[in-house]
T-cell receptor, first 115, second 115 residues
Framework: AQSVTQLGSHVSVSEGALVLLRCNYS??????LFWYVQYPNQGLQLLLK??????LVKGINGFEAEFKKSETSFHLTKPSAHMSDAAEYFC?????????????FGTGTRLTIIP | EPEVTQTPSHQVTQMGQEVILRCVPI?????FYWYRQILGQKVEFLVS????????KSEIFDDQFSVERPDGSNFTLKIRSTKLEDSAMYFC?????????????FGPGTRLTVL
């Protein structure tokens, strides 16, 4: 069974500082990995996804994530935090089998930006 | 930009009552999903649906739950006899294809409160 673990349920960074949100995965097959963001009172929006092409994946709003197989990690980063980045971030994994494409989510990390 | 819509945004019901949560997936998508998020917990997969039948369901999706695509646009989740523990945010999602690389687009969710 596949799973993801997000370290840190709450992360606070100052505006302009580096954002680092951690995600480690467990999967018996090469995984597909996703980061979603949820703004207050909204649905989940895809930030980026890893689908076994380039290990460094660039997403929307200046976010990127690097797939590291040796560390079973897919951490999300942004060089300079903006107030509008305040939201909840979810890491998710899919094993990619056709017809079995359900997403397994982590518990989420709430990002707070300090002015 | 096309989006997944869900109605109602908030549903309050009495224990034992039936509820139907409605979703309109993106029009050219063929795969549909329901997830739920109990307050403070992770987003959990409930069911996936393709070609008018269930592709996969989780252990949460017991006989009290059913899904239907009654026409060419709506996708519904019915809970026959609600329990207190069914209180959660329910998300509908859709994707164009069924592979793990296909992005699932989420709706804004329906918050179900069972009293």
């Amino acid at each position: 069974a596949q799973s993801v673990t997000q370290l840190g349920s709450h992360v606070s960074v100052s505006e302009g500082a580096l954002v680092l949100l951690r995600c480690n995965y467990s999967s018996s097959v090469p995984p597909y990995l996703f980061w979603y963001v949820q703004y207050p009172n909204q649905g989940l929006q895809l930030l980026l996804k890893y689908t076994s092409a380039a290990t460094l994946v660039k997403g929307i709003n200046g976010f990127e994530a690097e797939f590291k197989k040796s560390e079973t990690s897919f951490h999300l980063t942004k060089p300079s935090a903006h107030m509008s980045d305040a939201a909840e971030y979810f890491c998710a994994v899919s094993d990619g089998n056709f017809g079995n494409e359900k997403l397994t989510f982590g518990t989420g990390t709430r990002l707070t930006i300090i002015p | 930009e096309p989006e997944v819509t869900q109605t109602p945004s908030h549903q309050v019901t009495q224990m034992g009552q039936e509820v139907i949560l409605r979703c309109v997936p993106i029009s050219n998508h063929l795969y549909f999903y329901w997830y739920r998020q109990i307050l403070g917990q992770k987003v959990e997969f409930l069911v996936s649906f393709y070609n008018n039948e269930i592709s996969e369901k989780s252990e949460i999706f017991d006989d009290q739950f059913s899904v239907e695509r009654p026409d060419g646009s709506n996708f519904t989740l019915k809970i026959r006899s609600t329990k207190l523990e069914d209180s959660a945010m329910y998300f509908c999602a859709s994707s164009e294809g069924g592979q793990g690389t296909d992005t699932q687009y989420f709706g804004p969710g329906t918050r179900l409160t069972v009293l």
